[in-house]
Every structure is written in C-alpha cells, then in structure tokens.
T-cell receptor
C-alpha cells in the first residue's frame, strides 16, 4: 500500500471548520483513501473513505483532488471531542484488509 | 456494523510471563487483525487471523512470541509470550465494519506494562 504524508500537528478553535490535508502522490488506481481518528486512550475509529468523488457523512467530508494525489478531511464545526490523532491511509480494494498506519496529524481544539 | 469487545483493558505483568488478550465480535467476520501501538507511536500490524487457518504474521513478528487463535468466526486471542519490558505497548484487534464496507472497526485496546 502506498504512503501518505500528513502534518504532525494542527490547531483549531472550537466551532470553526478544520481542514486536515493528506498527500499521497504515489496512489494507485485501486487505492481507496481512508481516514481514521484515535481519541486518547481509545482504539482508532473509522471516519470516512472515498475513491474519486468527494464524500460526506455525519462525521465529516472528504475532498479528493482531481488527480487523487491529495485529499482533505473536513470537520465542519470542530468540538473539543474532535481532539484526536487523525490518520490518512491508502488501502487497495484488493488488499487483505489490513491498514498501514502512518504517524497521523494530532489535532488540538481550543475552546 | 460489527462491534468488538476487547479484554483485558490493561494489565501489569512480570517479565517472563505470558498474557492472553481476547477479542469478541458481535457478528461473524472473516478476518481479524492484531496491531501493536508502542508508546507515542502509530499502529503496526502484527498478524492477520482467518478462521480455520494459521495466522499470517508480518515481518518482525513470529508465532512463538505472538501465538494467535481463531477458533470461530466471532472470537480471537493474541498471546504475548515470555514478556520483556520492550513488549509494553497497547495491543488492538480489528475487523471489517460490515459486509460490503471498506471501513474497519477496532477494539478499545489492551494497555500492557511489563515490569
């Protein structure tokens, strides 16, 4: 599975939107872009995933660049509960399902 | 979607002993995955466990150290054997969220401290 690059940390103010970037310049045609987050003292939690088109769900939105070499996870209104490490992961549809985690972005949310 | 119950949530163990971690899924699943998260680090895959076959281990992990059982489609165990302080980590299990989903769910983790 291809590698992703994320900023080590980001800060946000509560109730403001947050844009978490991810670069994946070596993405292949069969790679899905997954986002997970890990709150303190918990296991990772699925946030969203996509292939080519932008995706929305109740937790977040995923904006995928036209060339698919980058993506952005958008939290529309950050809350204190959104403070976590966010992981951007590429997973091929043909893979056995295991995820290769990078270091992720640690998001801090200020009241 | 599948929900995993993992236990114990934490343990403190003496070096040289073994600890078995259990993961129970509330539905039948084909594959289960075991990860390790060392202090301040990201997750690293240990092995993939299919029911009815031997687990497949990633480079750097061996069956003698991390034996895995998968007796049925809802349960798996990971044993950390002959522990040393370097084994102090969080251990997590994972499986697919549901049929047709490409998302994965995780247990809450087992925080192991070896003294």
């Amino acid at each position: 599975d291809a590698k992703t690059t994320q900023p080590n940390s980001m800060e946000s103010n509560e109730e403001e939107p947050v844009h978490l970037p991810c670069n994946h310049s070596t993405i292949s045609g069969t790679d899905y872009i997954h986002w997970y987050r890990q709150l303190p003292s918990q296991g990772p939690e699925y946030v969203i995933h996509g292939l080519t088109s932008n995706v929305n769900n109740r937790m977040a939105s995923l904006a995928i660049a036209e060339d698919r070499k980058s993506s952005t996870l958008i939290l529309h209104r950050a809350t204190l509960r959104d403070a976590a490490v966010y992981y951007c992961i590429l997973a091929s549809r043909g893979s056995q399902g295991n995820l290769i985690f990078g270091k992720g972005t640690k998001l801090s949310v200020k009241p | 979607s599948a929900v995993i119950s993992q236990k114990p949530s934490r343990d403190i163990c003496q070096r040289g002993t073994s600890l078995t971690i259990q993961c129970q899924v509330d539905s039948q699943v084909t594959m289960m995955f075991w990860y390790r998260q060392q202090p301040g680090q990201s997750l690293t895959l240990i092995a993939t466990a299919n029911q009815g076959s031997e687990a497949t281990y990633e480079s750097g992990f061996v069956i003698d150290k991390f034996p895995i059982s998968r007796p049925n489609l809802t349960f798996s165990t990971l044993t950390v054997s002959n522990m040393s302080p370097e084994d102090s980590s969080i251990y997590l299990c994972s499986t697919a969220l549901g049929q047709g989903s490409y998302g994965y769910t995780f247990g809450s983790g087992t925080r192991l401290t070896v003294v």
